[in-house]
């Protein structure tokens, strides 16, 4: 019920700073940013490209559209509403993140591009590719 309530107030906290902050301006510094999001860990599960447990990258995820809503969502986990420690993304209150690098590492993310070659373009997977194909 608690995960409920918080889900919605999350939710509700979200929707009224997408629309506000929809044309804000981005501050943050990218190489800081790429530093801190080693340090803190988010790699770990969010891939070193932004591709992993939940996919950040490309600009996927709605909590990315300022760095306002990206920050409510980090302190939203923590000061504001306390979770259990869960297996799921940490708590990443102010007193371990400033909003400061939180804007650094918003930056960065924000750089994460998901682009894969086509296997055209990858010889020797192309060749594999085809030998298994053909059953060589
Ligand atoms: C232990 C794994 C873990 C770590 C470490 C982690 N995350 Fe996450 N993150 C998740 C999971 C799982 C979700 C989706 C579910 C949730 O919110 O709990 C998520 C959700 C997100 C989202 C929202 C994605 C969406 O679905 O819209 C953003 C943005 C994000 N994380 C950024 C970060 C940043 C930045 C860091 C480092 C400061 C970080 N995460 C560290 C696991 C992690």
């Given at each position: 019920m608690?995960?409920?309530?918080?889900s919605v107030a999350l939710v509700s906290v979200c929707s009224v700073?997408?629309?506000?902050?929809a044309a804000?301006?981005?501050?943050?510094?990218t190489d800081n940013g790429k530093q801190l999001y080693f340090d803190h860990a988010c790699y770990s599960?969010?891939?070193?490209?932004?591709?992993?447990r939940r996919n950040i990258a490309n600009n996927a995820s709605g909590i990315l559209v300022s760095e306002e809503v990206f920050i409510t969502y980090l302190r939203a986990r923590a000061d504001q509403n306390p979770q259990f420690p869960t297996q799921t993304m940490?708590?990443?209150a102010a007193s371990s993140l400033s909003d400061d690098d939180a804007r650094d590492i918003y930056a960065f993310i924000r750089t994460l591009?998901?682009?894969?070659?086509?296997v055209?373009?990858?010889?020797?997977?192309?060749?594999?590719?085809?030998?298994?194909e053909t059953g060589l």
């Amino acid at each position: 019920m608690k995960n409920i309530r918080s889900s919605v107030a999350l939710v509700s906290v979200c929707s009224v700073l997408l629309v506000a902050t929809a044309a804000g301006q981005d501050s943050g510094d990218t190489d800081n940013g790429k530093q801190l999001y080693f340090d803190h860990a988010c790699y770990s599960c969010h891939g070193y490209g932004g591709i992993g447990r939940r996919n950040i990258a490309n600009n996927a995820s709605g909590i990315l559209v300022s760095e306002e809503v990206f920050i409510t969502y980090l302190r939203a986990r923590a000061d504001q509403n306390p979770q259990f420690p869960t297996q799921t993304m940490p708590n990443y209150a102010a007193s371990s993140l400033s909003d400061d690098d939180a804007r650094d590492i918003y930056a960065f993310i924000r750089t994460l591009k998901d682009d894969p070659p086509e296997v055209d373009d990858i010889p020797a997977l192309k060749g594999i590719l085809e030998d298994a194909e053909t059953g060589l």
